[in-house]
């Protein structure tokens, strides 16, 4: 459904652009632009959520001590009243991710498919080398790919950090993302360079909207 239009539309802008670095940079862009109404929900039930946290602290701590399936039952009750009351949908705040996993993997399996973007240099950066061998061969600058996904990876996920609910729900969330840090940190030496900027565009677009979006609500 995606990999083969994806595959279309890149090598279409990068003969346009005379650039297939360019050209996956700018498809990052629109697939980001394409996928902005949700990102900008899920932004919102994210600072919806930091609204709510005081009155969801002191639920977890009102049954903190209570575990009967009655107390649970009216605990459960009064949350839907609280994400009532701050308009939060636990569904909404979790699309983007759905949405954003397909849309990276037929990302990455298009590009494997255009044999010509891994020829390519964006600069002094070949799109189909690794950090890894980059080093190996003492290009030391690919180091910059490297920092600039885990930077670009650092800021969108600690946003998403302050969208849990109760305390345990912000615990989980605080090892997810730490996880997922460094997940992507070990990633990032065998990532492509096509791959990688991708990545760091998206991120890095992510990081932006949820700024504005915060400081337009704020």
């Known amino acids: 459904l995606f990999v083969m239009p994806l595959a279309w539309v890149i090598v279409k802008i990068g003969t346009l652009v005379k650039s297939y ?21 899920a932004t919102k039930q994210s600072q919806n959520m930091q609204k709510a946290q005081k009155d969801l602290n002191r639920l977890e701590e009102k049954y903190k001590n209570r575990t009967d399936n009655e107390a649970m039952m009216q605990k459960s009750q009064e949350m839907l009243a609280i ?9 909404g705040s979790c699309l983007m991710s759905f949405i954003q996993l397909p849309i990276f993997f037929a990302f990455l399996e298009a590009i494997n498919r255009i044999p010509a973007i891994f020829e390519e240099y964006l600069g002094a950066f070949q799109l189909g080398t690794t950090p890894l061998v980059a080093l190996k061969s003492g290009n030391y600058y690919y180091i910059i790919l490297i920092l600039l996904t885990i930077l670009t990876t650092y800021l969108s996920l600690s946003f998403n950090m302050k969208s849990a609910g ?53």
């Open 166 to 218: 109760s305390a345990e729900q912000q615990q989980q969330m605080k090892f997810m993302t730490g996880f997922m840090i460094v997940f992507i940190s070990i990633a990032s030496f065998s990532l492509p360079t096509a791959i990688a900027l991708y990545w760091i565009v998206t991120n890095g677009f992510s990081v932006i909207q949820n700024y504005i979006v915060s400081k337009r609500r704020s």
């Open 21 to 41: 670095g360019v050209s996956v940079m700018i498809v990052g862009l629109l697939i980001r632009l394409i996928l902005m109404p949700f990102s900008i929900k």
């Open 83 to 91: 994400y009532k009351k701050y308009n939060i949908s636990p569904v």
